[in-house]
């Protein structure tokens, strides 16, 4: 853990140089360096459909840093009570960290992106195995124009061998010029290369010899950002989370955190919210 945790650091370094030795020709006002630090505080963690923690409030640093369409982010989870279904112990609170690495710009009301994320995951049970961490690399096109529409797919080029596309769209209701409402809903599809490390589940929630191939996740969402200066926030958010198709519900059922022992018990729907505070630069 920790040699990936020095090559996690080193890859953060060496995007900082790029983007400091970088000419390409932007606004004046990306010219900055400009970044941002964050906490959310959340109900629990829900990650592409899968419930990565279990009846515990999670807590999820955040800090990123941007110089001329570059960005360099590294974010964590804390989970303050992690439920492992192997052990009734654990090795600890800090169960993830990851490393993203991007590059946005911006073509008339076109936006475009396309970044690398390395996923650094701990274990749960003491002197267990530390679970496979994976990289993918991902590409986003939005358009500036009524609901925001957003596409993204993401590639697993490590561990998973999957595509993971979303389909997003956003509005903003500004009540005040610092208070606002932001609502967003998203759907997903899932394709795997790899019945073993992302198979297909059946009606019982149990892994079968099939890949996944099939839409996925669905999420709804609303949060209230409040500026409290220029340069602090407090948004309160809250989402739902929901399977689209019984394929989906299996999967999510079957890679829920009660894992085999009775993995139809699991849920394939989650509603929690939080709050995120941040502070930019």
């Known amino acids: 853990m ?22 390409f020709a932007e606004e004046p006002a990306q010219d900055q360096v400009s970044g941002e630090v ?11 459909g899968q419930e990565l923690s ?10 990123t840093v941007s ?16 439920y492992s279904p192997e052990s009734e112990k654990y090795a600890g609170n800090y ?22 994320i390395y996923y650094a995951l701990a274990s749960l049970a003491p002197g267990g195995t530390d679970p496979q961490d994976t990289q993918e690399i991902y590409i986003s096109v939005g358009l500036d124009t009524l609901l925001a529409p957003t596409l ?10 999957q595509w993971y596309a979303t389909l997003g769209i956003s509005h903003t209701f500004e009540f005040h010029k610092r208070v606002s409402l932001e609502l967003a809903a998203q759907v997903s599809y899932l394709k795997s290369e790899d019945e073993e490390a992302y198979p297909k589940f ?5 892994a079968t010899a099939d890949k996944y ?16 200066t220029d340069n602090i926030s407090i948004t309160p958010t809250l989402a739902y989370v929901f399977p689209l198709g019984d394929d989906a519900k299996y999967e999510m059922q079957g890679r829920g955190l009660k894992g085999s022992l009775m993995p139809t018990d699991n849920d394939s729907a989650f509603l929690y919210g939080g709050v995120v505070m941040s502070f930019s630069f």
């Open 67 to 82: 110089y001329k369409g570059f960005s360099a982010n590294i974010w964590g989870n804390l989970d303050t009570k992690p």
């Open 202 to 206: 059946d009606a019982n929630a149990l």
């Open 213 to 228: 191939n099939n839409f996925h996740d669905g999420t709804v969402s609303a949060s209230l950002p409040i500026s409290i």
């Open 95 to 116: 169960t993830e960290t990851d490393v993203t690495l991007s590059y946005a710009r911006q073509f008339g009301i076109v936006n475009a992106e396309a970044g690398y």
């Open 54 to 63: 279990r009846h515990s409030v999670v807590i999820q640093p955040s800090a």
């Open 38 to 48: 964050s906490a959310t505080v959340l109900s629990a963690y829900i990650w592409r």
């Open 152 to 161: 993204t797919v993401y590639k697993d080029i490590d561990h998973y061998h």
């Open 2 to 23: 920790k040699e990936k945790m020095k090559t996690l650091l080193m890859m953060m370094c060496a995007c900082m140089l790029l983007s400091a030795g970088s000419v």
